[in-house]
């Protein structure tokens, strides 16, 4: 049923519920049970742990939010590769230890380390500097999940830019040294993964990506036929103005919509856990379907 998005922000008692963040188990700098005191500290009602690629933080995150009495859902943000782009896919909901959703992620991960050795050989390149590889791997806390925040970090403390952010202005994209293409997994296995582990599929800030608007309909078309159920509309990487569009979105797509900060670390992410406008109050919830 389509209706136009009415501008309307405010929910009399929105739940603060925020599904995307990130642990050292893949990009983010604290550990899953110091995300979960954070969470809960910034007042989170419901909390999920969503990886790159990983879900071996969910048991520890888990088990510090029952401590805290803090509701947890297990989360996974899943790589994908779609009309020559990276699409993030989060899958909510997911039983942790469902065999095809491991055997998936471990393919994805497994693909990283020459891709990331890659890399490193282009910065080395491009900079004239040495050891970019074992640089970044220091920031890795899990070696198996090297990624291009690591680099970031790497090169914020070599000199070579002040911020995260401006690394990923002047490196590590498209057109732009040490960027490497990589395929990930495609959008119909991710999606049949989340399925069999009994997860919820959301497109994750979609309006990070740079699609034309008839690729951006494939996507939203293909995801949708593939099982997918909700969409990202208040995340930490949109504006205002594409709160609007992603809501309007959802409602024409028959979309639930989901909120999540995308959370990585104290002083570098520019959204804090908990920290995001309630969702539009005339959009379905993605908890409504998370027990
Ligand atoms: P990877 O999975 O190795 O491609 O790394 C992707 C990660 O890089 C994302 O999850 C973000 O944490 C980070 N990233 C990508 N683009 C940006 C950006 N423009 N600003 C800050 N972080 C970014
Ligand atoms: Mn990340
Ligand atoms: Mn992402
Ligand atoms: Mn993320």
Same mark, same amino acid.
């Given at each position: ?17 925020? +599904? ?8 983010? /700098? ?8 954070? &969470? ?13 690629? &990983? ?29 020559? =782009? ?16 491991? =055997? ?31 640089? &970044? ?25 002040? =911020? /995260?952010?401006?690394? !990923?202005?002047? !490196?590590? /994209? ?98 804090? +856990? ?15 379907? +998370?027990?």
């Amino acid at each position: 049923m389509w209706a136009p998005y009415n501008g309307v922000m405010s929910n009399p008692h929105p739940l603060n519920a925020d +599904l995307h963040c990130h642990s050292t188990v893949s990009d983010g /700098t604290l550990a899953p049970a110091k995300l979960a005191e954070r &969470a809960h500290a910034h007042g989170v009602d419901l909390w999920a742990l969503t990886d790159h690629d &990983a879900t071996s933080g969910l048991a520890e995150a888990q088990q510090a939010a029952d401590a805290l009495g803090l509701r947890f859902v297990a989360g996974v943000e899943i790589s994908v590769s779609f009309a020559a =782009q990276t699409v993030h896919i989060v899958a909510l909901g997911v039983q942790p230890q469902n065999a095809a959703l491991l =055997q998936g992620l471990q393919q994805i991960r497994a693909g990283r380390d020459q891709r990331a050795k890659d890399m490193a050989q282009d910065l080395e390149r491009h900079l004239g500097l040495p050891n970019v590889y074992a640089g &970044a791997l220091r920031y890795a806390s899990n070696p198996a999940l090297l990624s291009r925040t690591h680099f970031a970090r790497f090169l914020v403390e070599q000199g070579v830019c002040r =911020q /995260t952010h401006e690394v !990923f202005s002047r !490196f590590l /994209t498209p057109g732009k040294p040490g960027y490497v293409d990589h395929a990930w997994a495609r959008l119909e296995d991710a999606l049949s993964w989340v399925t069999a582990a009994n997860g919820i599929a959301v497109i994750a800030h979609p309006g990070r990506y740079r699609f034309s608007a008839t690729e951006e309909w494939a996507l939203l078309e293909q995801f949708k036929a593939l099982g997918g159920q909700a969409i990202e509309v208040v995340t930490g990487s949109h504006t205002a103005s594409q709160y609007r569009k992603y809501a309007q979105l959802a409602l024409e797509f028959g979309f639930y919509a989901s909120r999540g900060s995308d959370f990585h670390s104290p002083g570098e992410s520019i959204c804090d +856990l908990g920290r995001l406008p309630p969702l539009p109050a005339d959009l379905a919830p993605v908890w409504d379907l +998370l027990h």
